[in-house]
């Protein structure tokens, strides 16, 4: 007998960012420096969010737009800048100016706050890591009190640790290659700190590229990384990561990335660019309609297919 | 004739020139990631390149425009997560080499990528740790590329992103980091190293038409000269072409944009 179809988690993404992502919830994001749900970051710019706590371990335009938009209140993470495009500017008017207004950031290293999304994944109230020691990321407070705490080893080896507060979400929002309709959701490429920072999603909000049937998934289970009953909600939207990469899907867009780098250095800029590209295009659909075929075609991912290994027994 | 070549073909050279045959090596955004692929075309194949996204053992065929980009993908002997990077490799000391980048740095190493000025009030709000506190914290030795000048070789560094040696010798331990420390900082001007037992940074020699003069102008600490400081060897012929030819063809990192 054929299973029924389960349509219920698949929303629109303006009605999944308008439901699971209330104003000053604490939101987690994904992608160290690829599949970054920017579709889902545009939406919340367009939905005018405010107050959110943004969490994760490295950003680039998505917070630095967020930023700029008056999104934010607070961000916990480690490194904010857009990779080889250069500073973020509107995080830099943020902190140095003010502009739109004062944000408070809480910095760890990378590996802190991947334990920190494992700590909160796997019910733990703290994770050690044996790296921050002696930095000021351990002695420089912004509005976690404490936001780490050094001791020896109980067991008498004589190393020393840094403990580090479980980090928590709300809502995870992961941008994932495809899941099936019950929402089991399969990843690859690198996996960055989306394991453990997904899972530490109080609940999970996944975009996929594509939606499939449940034998696709369940014919490679080892490239599943989020079972569908840890999913509340599954938003489809092709191209969701533009102008980054989804491994198999396509390219980032380097002129596009270029351009908001050059954009973000002014105020003026930075607003001329979400007014073009976020709020006068409208939907996701209206800004592919902007980027438009050729551009899309030139990104599409070449075709490098895996083995395939015999999962008999 | 003297080849030509530019300040950050040099910087890439002396990275890849920093890798031994069949070392670990931990790879961040930018010209550490020429300096890998240089070192595994030349002089060290057999060494594993490593990223913190999760790529172990990549072989980009083109130029990686960040430790996430998907070119380090295909081809690469495993792929895992950060957590897995930092946690199985990095941690517990399976990593030989690490490459970090700074905006200041101080006589004993400590390196900033945080802020400029106060942290309450910076001037100039810099990116953060990302990996590289986690990178010059753990991996057995550590090597620093940035561009130097008297504002960035400080006396003391207004964040410390990522410790050095500390306040000198015995600092390292004395807050429990397990290992390493920065060997090498590697800038537009020369190739510093560290002495074994004040910790401290010293000119190990000067890029080709510069002078120690010229160091100890660049830095705002009086900065040590090597007795026996040279003029860093220049790119060969092959370095230059590889690195031209093969790592960054369209001068993402080598273009002198910066």
């Not at chain 2, 890998?36 to 060290?44: R, V």
């Not at chain 2, 199985?88 to 400029?116: C, E, K, M, S, Y």
């Not at chain 2, 914290?137 to 960035?152: E, F, H, N």
């Amino acid at each position: 007998m054929a299973e029924p179809e389960v349509h219920d988690k698949l929303l629109p993404l303006d009605e999944a960012v308008r439901t699971l992502i209330p104003d000053g919830c604490r939101l987690r994001s994904c992608g160290i420096g690829l599949r970054k749900p920017m579709a889902l970051t545009y939406e919340l710019i367009r939905q005018r969010k405010r107050d959110l706590t943004f969490i994760l371990s490295g950003w680039t335009e998505d917070a630095d737009m967020l930023i700029g938009a008056g999104c934010l209140r607070d961000l916990e993470g480690s490194y904010l800048g857009l990779e080889a495009f250069g500073l973020a500017h509107a995080y830099r008017r943020a902190v140095e100016k003010g502009i739109p207004h004062p944000i408070r950031i809480e910095e760890y290293s990378n590996f802190g706050m991947t334990m920190r999304f494992m700590a909160a994944s796997m019910g733990l109230p703290f994770m050690p890591i044996r790296s921050e020691l002696g930095s000021d990321l351990l002695r420089v407070e912004s509005f976690r009190h404490p936001k780490a705490h050094v001791m020896d080893d109980p067991f008498g080896s004589g190393a020393k640790v840094a403990l580090l507060p479980a980090c928590p979400a709300d809502v995870a929002v992961l941008h994932a290659q495809r899941c099936d309709s019950d929402g089991n959701t399969q990843v690859w490429g690198q996996l960055g700190d989306d394991l453990w920072g997904t899972m530490a999603g109080k609940r999970i909000l996944v975009c996929v590229e594509e939606v499939v049937d449940s034998k696709v998934v369940r014919a490679d289970p080892n490239r599943t990384i989020v079972p569908a009953f840890r999913v509340d909600a599954i938003v489809h939207v092709p191209w969701g990561a533009h102008p980054y990469q989804v491994q198999g899907y396509y390219d980032l867009d380097r002129e596009f990335r270029k351009m908001y780098a050059a954009e973000s250095r002014t105020l003026e800029g930075f607003e001329r660019f979400l007014k073009e590209w976020v709020f006068q295009v409208g939907s996701h659909a209206g800004y592919l309609k902007k980027l438009g075929p050729v551009r899309l075609k030139r990104l599409k991912a070449k075709r490098m297919l895996s083995g395939q290994v015999n999962y008999g027994y | 004739m003297a080849i030509e070549f530019k300040p950050t073909e040099l910087m890439a050279i002396c990275a890849a020139r920093e890798i031994r045959d069949g070392e670990v090596a931990f790879i961040g955004t930018g010209l550490p990631m020429l300096g890998g692929m240089l070192a595994k075309a030349t002089h060290a194949p057999r060494a594993i390149l490593i990223f913190e996204s999760g790529a172990v053992d990549s072989r980009p065929t083109r130029t990686p425009l960040s430790i996430g980009d998907a070119c380090l993908v295909p081809g690469a002997a495993m792929l895992c997560g950060l957590a897995e990077v930092f946690g199985l490799f990095l941690q517990p000391g399976h990593v030989d080499v690490g490459f970090i980048g700074g905006a200041q740095i101080d006589r004993f190493g400590n390196l900033n990528t945080t802020v400029i000025g106060d942290y309450r009030a910076p001037k100039v709000r810099l990116p953060g740790s990302g990996g590289g506190n986690d990178i010059g914290s753990l991996a057995k030795r550590t090597v620093v590329m940035m561009k130097q000048d008297a504002r960035k070789f400080v006396p003391q560094v207004d964040y410390v992103t990522t410790p050095g040696y500390l306040d000198g010798p015995g600092g390292r331990e004395r807050v429990g980091l397990p290992r390493g420390g920065p060997a090498v900082v590697i800038t537009d001007k020369g190739v510093y190293r560290f002495d074994a037992y004040t910790k401290e940074m010293y000119c190990a020699s000067y890029h080709p038409g510069l002078s120690a003069d010229e160091i100890r102008k660049n830095a705002s600490w009086p900065i040590r000269i090597a007795a026996d400081v040279r003029e860093t060897k220049p790119p060969t012929v092959q370095e230059l072409r590889v690195l031209r030819e093969a790592c960054d063809p369209e001068g993402i990192f080598l273009g002198g944009a910066d």
